[in-house]
């Protein structure tokens, strides 16, 4: 079983979520990493202060198998992107919820935001149906 960190949030499009008061970090499971196999490219489209809607396609990760969309887990504004994956792209296969986030996302903080987020439990429930 992939490693599922209890301290965070997680969408079936195998993005996790690191909530800090209305800064949300985002980056994509160790089950999407291990799916992917290598990566070798993260290409973040959103630029600092573009609007993101959930559920949307905000860049993409290029792996030895395959390309794969990253899609915002909440709605918000780009507060940062991790610009040290287009050099080191190998950051999200060796530290996926650490060197590896992808976005920061500022939320508006309004209650219930972060409804449609799984929590580990539910998340790894979610893996074992899969």
């Known amino acids: 079983m992939a490693d599922v960190p209890s301290d965070l949030k ?3 499009d195998h993005e996790w979520a690191r909530v800090e008061g209305n800064r949300v970090t985002v980056g994509i499971t160790q089950h999407a990493v291990d799916a992917l196999g290598d990566i070798i490219l993260v290409s973040v489209d959103a630029k600092l ?22 899609f915002s887990p909440i709605a918000g504004t780009v507060a940062a992107v991790n610009d040290a994956l ?25 209650p219930g935001e972060l409804d449609g987020l799984m929590d580990a439990a539910a998340y790894s429930a979610f893996l074992g149906s899969l």
């Open 86 to 110: 287009k050099d080191a792209p190998e950051k999200v296969n060796e530290a996926p919820y650490g060197d590896g986030w992808m976005v920061v996302i500022e939320t508006a903080g309004t």
């Open 10 to 12: 997680y969408t079936k």
């Open 49 to 70: 202060g573009a609007a993101l809607t959930a559920g949307k396609v905000f860049g993409v990760v290029e792996s030895t198998k395959s390309v794969s969309d990253l």
